[in-house]
């Protein structure tokens, strides 16, 4: 039995030892294959360690193109906020003579103010100047031209001054006159074709008349051309005729 266990024993540690063999040829081959894994890996590690670098190296050239760009745009925006400094120092220029002006303007506005009350108060005179001299007309000059035409033979019995007529709607002036002098064959009066239009006086001769204070000569032997009676008046007292010049006479229409 002693020696059947130690034949055993011996197949055991040959068997082991066979075992062992294997087992470190495997661990060799595993290491092997370790190694060569982690080469690999190496290989790979230092491959994308390089594209990492080339990749930040990229990024840092772009970083360092917007930084520039950046320190660009910033220049700009420093020389339009010196630009936009002048700008709002001349608005405030402006606005300064801004407000001269209009403290000038509201100086003017009460001057205007005061002017004005003093023109309402001229036309208030101016007014009452006129009212007393269209009377003054109407009681001396009106009378002084029906006396010069009747030395013509016109004898006029009925004068008027300030004379409105209405269209035939009714609805508004045809015409207005400042002095209409009439007889039962007769008118004169300044304002001719409105005239004619008036039933009252269809059928009587319409002579024409126009009255000026200063006798030019052109517009006046114009007038007296087309037949229209011209009266001079000098002054408020006195009315003249001018006579019609040689080969031309007063014109009814």
């Given at each position: 039995m002693s020696e059947?266990?130690?034949?055993?024993?011996?197949?055991?540690?040959?068997?082991?030892?066979?075992?062992?063999?294997?087992q470190g040829k495997r661990m060799e081959q595993a290491n092997a294959e370790l190694r060569a894994s982690i080469a690999e890996q190496g290989k790979r590690m230092e491959q994308e360690t390089a594209e990492l670098r080339a990749s930040i190296a990229e990024q840092g050239k772009r970083i360092d193109e917007q930084g520039k760009r950046l320190d660009a745009v910033c220049e700009r925006l420093d020389e339009q906020g010196k630009?936009?400094?002048?700008?709002?120092?001349?608005?405030?220029?402006?606005?300064?003579?801004?407000?001269?002006?209009?403290e000038r303007l509201d100086?003017?506005?009460?001057?205007?103010?005061?002017?004005?009350?003093?023109?309402?108060?001229?036309n208030h005179r101016v007014g009452e100047l006129t009212n007393k001299v269209g009377r003054i007309v109407e009681k001396v000059v009106v009378p002084n031209i029906v006396d010069k035409f009747n030395e013509k033979g016109f004898k006029f019995d009925t004068v008027s001054t300030n004379v409105e007529f209405l269209n035939e709607k009714k609805s508004g002036n045809l015409t207005e006159i400042d002095a209409l002098l009439e007889n039962g064959k007769f008118v004169i009066a300044v304002e001719m074709q409105a005239l004619r239009k008036v039933p009252r006086f269809k059928g009587k001769k319409i002579y024409g008349a126009v009255s000026t204070a200063i006798a030019r000569e052109k517009p006046v032997n114009y007038a007296l051309s087309k037949g229209f009676y011209v009266l001079q008046?000098?002054?408020?007292?006195a009315v003249r005729i001018i006579d019609f010049p040689k080969g031309h006479s007063a014109k009814a229409w």
């Open positions: 059947l266990n130690a034949e055993a024993v011996l197949a055991s540690i040959v068997e082991l030892r066979t075992s062992i063999a294997e630009r936009l400094d002048v700008v709002c120092e001349r608005l405030d220029e402006q606005g300064k003579r801004l407000d001269v002006v209009c100086d003017q506005g009460k001057r205007m103010d005061k002017v004005l009350d003093e023109l309402r108060v001229n008046q000098p002054d408020v007292m």
